[in-house]
Each structure stands twice: as C-alpha cells, then as structure tokens.
C-alpha cells in the first residue's frame, strides 16, 4: 500500500473518531475500524486525480484545491451509502463535506515542509509503540502558555514537558482536542491515554505498517 493512502486512511480514522457513536461503542474492535477504513479508501483512492494521490511538498503547485474540486463526482456512491449506513453521516451533504475535510487534512499534512526529525529520544512513539521517525509533542502547547502561567494552570516548570510522538499520532492528538483542553485537562500522556478515542486510536496505529516514505 502506497504511503500516501495509509495517509488518507489515518485521516478517516482520526475524522471516525470523532464521532460520538463510534467511539461510545466500547467494543468497537480496532480491527473492525481498520476493516471499515481499509474499505473506504480502496473505493476513494482510484478515484482521486494522480495529482491528488501523488501529493507531496515537492508537487504542492500541481494539487488540485480541495474547496473547488468536483468530489461529488468521484466520490464511489458505495462510500457515500457506507458512511450513512453506519450513521455517521446524517446525509449526503454531510459525507461529502466530512470527505473534504478528510482530504483538506490529507494534503495539508503530505504537503507540509519536511518536519525536522529527532530521533535522539525515546525510539518508540510514546503513544502507539511503533519504532518511527519522532516529533515531539508539547504536552502544554506552546500556544497557551502565556495563559498557563497567568490563570496559574501548571508551574513555570511543566510547560516544557513533552511526548515523543509519531507523525499519525501527533495529529491524532491534534484532533481530537484543542490546544487550551491539551493544556488544561490534557497535559500528561496517561490523561490522553485515558480518552477512549485516543485509545482506539492508538490501538489502530500500532498495527499499521509504517510507510517507508512517510519518515
Ligand atoms: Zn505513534
Ligand atoms: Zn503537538
């Protein structure tokens, strides 16, 4: 599998997650969510423009813009019928604008600046236990430390604790709460632990192969 498509599937993921039915279902196995993902982006990604699939900083001038493309021509109706079958799309409206966002994400982060990578950390990402290339997240973001520190949320000294993450995973957390809720309720790895999207999350990702491109 293309790196670019297990981009595109870690997207739906974090996009699924998202939704209250999905993640109360406590039993909702990560191989079930894996299934179901695998099987929207088989029927998207040929349909996408070369240009689309083959995104990369070095081809950012030749991709398409999300807003303007016709996705309601090529999306599969199969995808459409799938995500308002398991109702997680209220209509067609709704699929369509969930699949742009998912897409809008996609080539935001593929054409992002190469990140600068340490690995002179923790080898293994702190969330899915996968041996990649790291980036690290602040546990506070730095964007709300001037107020961390005014409203007295945390001491000078925690502000700058901080996760080894993979990339995946850095954006799951990213997703899944703003940077004021990392700030205040979620400032430790066992706090985003303890949220049941994180955790079907991170027991996704620890079973996806790493792509060889996506360091
Ligand atoms: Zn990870
Ligand atoms: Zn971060």
């Keep these: ?24 279902s406590e039993e909702t196995a990560a191989s079930e969510l894996d299934d179901f993902v695998s099987y929207l982006s088989s029927e998207i990604w040929p349909c996408l423009p070369k240009e689309l699939r083959n995104a990369s900083y070095s081809t950012l001038a030749n991709v398409p813009g999300i807003d303007e493309f016709a996705l309601e021509e090529l999306t599969p109706p199969t995808v459409i019928e799938s995500l308002l079958s398991y109702g997680i799309c209220s209509g067609d409206d709704d699929a369509f604008r969930l699949l742009r966002k998912v897409l809008q994400d996609y080539v935001k982060e593929l054409c992002a600046p190469p990140p600068i990578w340490s690995a002179t950390r923790a080898k293994e990402c702190e969330l899915c236990g996968r ?9 506070i973001p730095r964007s709300t430390h001037a107020k961390v520190l005014k409203r007295k949320w945390h001491p000078e000294e925690m502000l700058n604790s901080v996760a080894w993450l993979c990339r995946p995973c850095h954006s799951a957390v990213h997703r899944v709460a703003s940077n004021e809720d990392l700030a205040r309720s979620y400032y430790t790895l066992d706090l985003l632990l303890e949220r049941e999207d994180i955790q079907k999350w991170t027991r996704y990702a620890s079973k996806q192969r790493y792509g060889v491109k996506r360091g």
Aim: cysteine-free.
């Design 131 to 139: 041996e990649v290339p790291l980036t690290y997240h602040h546990l």
């Design 1 to 24: 599998m293309s790196a670019n498509l297990s981009q595109l599937k870690d997207h739906l993921v974090q996009h699924l997650l998202m939704d209250p039915e999905l993640t109360s």
